[in-house]
């Protein structure tokens, strides 16, 4: 031992890992739900490194950003269409 203090590792944020985990299986709003509120709970306890919180909400957002898309492509093709029939 070279008399360098052990510093133990700081614990896991549950959320932070509920949202990295859902968002990697794509349940998109439990993934943005959960990352929000573990990057709030970071930043109220001073924690330096949000990093499974941020990848969580990434992750949600991967999945929302398109699927928003297709729901609006979906709406305005509707629309359009039924105009054209009319």
Known sequence: ???QP?????PDNGLAVASFVVGIFGVFPLALIFGHMASRQARREGRPRPGLATAGLVLGYLVLVPLAMLVL???????VGAANQS
């Open 73 to 79: 492509v979906l709406i305005v093709g509707g629309i």
């Open 6 to 10: 052990v510093y133990p590792a700081a």
């Open 1 to 3: 031992m070279t008399g």
